[in-house]
Structures are given as structure tokens and as C-alpha cells.
């Protein structure tokens, strides 16, 4: 993979951890509206996750990059991204767009990183769908946990 630059995520911790991955898998926007999105395609996704916090673990990780890569690629790679649960109502907010496929990342990552003694934080989701179109998810800062 090559070497990415991404859109910084400002935050007060110490340390910031930046896991980059790929994941190829199909979609489909259930829209007439979404025009040839509309129909089942694939892409090639890159996926950034930036995790962030002052306390390391009794290895000296803020969080074990393979833990990262199972939780994200595990699931979604070689995929029909409808498959799954939480893209497959019949509202915006659960269509595999972008924006929600990055905002339901960031909720499993978080989720795991909830489970974790020295309390990282996932901060910024970045997902690009296209070599010209990605999304930046960031939850709100009441959303993060302290």
C-alpha cells in the first residue's frame, strides 16, 4: 500500500495510533435517486482508523493493530455490504453509503475500545471509496467517551 496522508484529527491525548487497511467489497444504494449507484458494483476501500490516548497497555500498545484489522476487515472484506445488519433498513442513515459505512467503523471499533483498561478512543474514521471520493467520520466530542 502506499504511503497516505490524511486529514488530521485534532485531540488533547498523548499518543495517536494510525491503522490504514483495504477492503474489497460490493454495494448498493436501494434509490432509483442514487443512479448507477443504484446497482450492485464493487470497490476497493481504504480504510484509515486513528486511535488516540495517554495510557498504554501492559504490552506498551494503545490498542494491538491486528485487533483493529479483525474487527474492520474481518467482517466487511469480500463482502455484500447490504449483507450486513446495520445496512440493510430501509433508511438513509443504514444505506452502505461512504459517510455510514465510516460511522459504523467507528461503532465497532469504539465499541471494542470501550472494552479496554487504558481507554483509547477511536477519533477519526477515514474511508475513501474512490482514488477521488472519501468520507471523514469524526463523532462529536460528547460522543467520545473520557
Do not use: W
Not at 448507477?36 to 490516548?53: D, M, P, Q
Not at 501492559?58 to 490498542?63: A, D, I, Q
Not at 455484500?80 to 433498513?89: A, P
Amino acid at each position: 500500500m502506499l504511503s497516505q496522508t490524511y486529514p488530521q484529527a485534532f485531540h488533547p491525548y498523548s499518543f495517536e495510533l494510525n491503522k490504514d487497511m483495504q477492503i474489497s467489497a460490493a454495494h448498493f444504494i436501494p434509490r432509483e435517486e442514487a443512479g448507477a449507484c443504484s446497482r450492485v458494483h464493487g470497490h476497493t476501500y481504504t480504510v484509515n482508523l486513528t486511535i488516540a490516548g495517554d495510557t498504554l497497555d501492559s504490552c506498551g500498545f494503545l490498542v494491538n493493530f491486528s485487533t483493529l484489522k479483525k474487527i474492520v476487515h474481518g467482517k466487511y472484506d469480500h463482502t455484500l455490504l447490504n449483507d450486513h445488519l446495520e445496512f440493510s433498513g430501509e433508511d438513509a442513515y443504514s444505506f452502505p453509503t461512504t459517510e455510514v459505512v465510516a460511522k459504523s467503523i467507528y461503532d465497532a471499533v469504539e465499541t471494542y475500545l470501550n472494552t479496554l483498561s487504558n481507554r483509547p478512543v477511536c477519533v477519526q474514521v477515514f474511508v475513501r471509496e474512490t482514488p477521488t471520493s472519501y468520507c471523514v467520520y469524526r463523532p462529536k466530542k460528547e460522543q467520545a467517551h473520557e
